[in-house]
Structure formats: C-alpha cells, structure tokens
C-alpha cells in the first residue's frame, strides 16, 4: 500500500455515512459513530524478534508520520496526545467513549485533525497489541470527541 492509496480510503471513509451498529467494513471495523480503517498490518513476531519487531516498530510510525505529512497539508498540523490516560480511566471503571476506549487499549498515541467544515475527527496511530502479535497503521473517522 502507498500513502496515496491511504490518502484515497481516508477520503472515502470521511464522506461515508458513520454507522448506527457494530460491523466490519471493506477496510475495517465499525461502530456507532465511527470507522476504523486497518491501513497496513504487519506479521507477527516471534518471542525472540526483538530487533525485527523494534524496526517494523520504526517503520509503521515512519509510515503514520508520512501519512499525518500530508495531512497536515489539508488540515495543518495535528494534536498528538497519549491515549495512556484515556485506557487508565477505563480500567478505573471511567465510562470512556468508543472508539476510544477500544483504541487506549492497544494505541499508545494518536495524531488527531477536525477538518474543517465537519463535525469529525480523523486520527491515526499505530496499534501494539503485544510483543509477539502484529502492528497495524490505523486511521479512525469519528464524530466522538476525544477524551
């Protein structure tokens, strides 16, 4: 995949109607209020592939960088925040958001836009599940603040 063809499936999910129930789509998963595209997904690791996952690590957040580049072109730069602080609450019995909640759980961070003229929000980050499963670049449209 190339970042134009990223470019074109963000395109495509921020002028799709969000949906009303969970579900998967041609590009990934959904729930109320949002779309969330698996752009790129890499392969799982071994238990001993510490300097592989390391520099597949590095290039899914080059990829996520060059992808938010272009973006901001659009909308100007990003919020980056952690989404630590969101998954802490949840775990605390905090009533957080979809998708959200779902995202603090294997999202580290996020970079986030409002582009303008709408009431949504698109992000990207890139999923770490754990140390032996694989890393996906994800783009998520939503019209859920983020907490």
Known sequence: MTITHWLATLDLLCTRDLPVAPGTTDVGTAGPGYLVAELRTSGDFTEDGGAEREE?????????????????????????????????????????PEPWASLSAHVPDVQVWRPP???????????????????????????????
Do not use: H, K, N
């Open 56 to 96: 597949t690590a590095a290039q899914y957040e080059c990829d996520r960088d060059g992808l938010a580049e272009r973006l901001a072109e659009r909308w100007g730069a990003p919020d980056v925040f952690s989404l630590r602080s969101a998954f802490e609450r949840a775990q605390g019995g905090e009533d957080i």
């Open 117 to 147: 003229g709408t009431a949504r929000w698109v992000a990207l980050g890139v999923s770490r599940w754990g140390d032996e499963l694989p890393f996906q670049l994800l783009a998520v449209v939503t019209e859920t603040d983020p907490p």
